[in-house]
């Protein structure tokens, strides 16, 4: 049997997780009276995510969770394995006439959030590894 998890909140207007279904306390307040099931998950993952959101003070809720939605959707090349991260940054960064410059990825990689990452470094690798060559001082093309 998979085990599920509730999100329950208590009269103090504190929402938390459980995976008891009896016998719940507000880890705020203590209290075990006036605590309501709200809602019920498969994955702690989500049920987390559902308390954060749930505890948002009513004044900023929407300005937080559309800022939240927004760095989910940027970072959309996080589950990428990192070397293939790495080259669809680049190509992100390519030009329509296929030419790749380092202003072109600093502006990529500012934008993804990445600033462990420098365009130097990237286009060396792939440099070194024949996936790019020189046009000129600033400019690169792909190989392939």
């Not at 998950?41 to 559309?66: G, M, Q, T």
């Amino acid at each position: 049997m998979a085990q599920s998890f509730n999100l329950v909140t208590c009269g103090c207007g504190h929402s938390f997780g459980s995976s008891k279904s009896l016998n719940n306390y507000c880890t705020k307040c203590g209290s075990s009276s006036d605590i309501k099931k709200l809602e019920l998950f498969e994955d702690a993952e989500k049920l987390s995510y559902a308390v954060s959101v749930a505890n948002i003070p009513d004044e900023i809720s929407d300005e937080l969770i559309s800022k939240i939605k927004k760095k989910d959707s940027k970072s959309k090349f996080k589950s990428m394995p990192n070397t293939q991260n790495k080259i669809q940054l680049m190509k992100l960064a390519t030009d329509e006439n296929g030419e790749l410059t380092n202003a072109s990825l600093d502006k990529i990689l500012l934008d993804e959030g990445k600033l462990d990452l420098t365009s130097d470094h990237l286009i060396g690798q792939a440099e070194m590894q024949g996936l790019l060559f020189r046009v000129n001082e600033k400019t690169w093309n792909w190989l392939s």
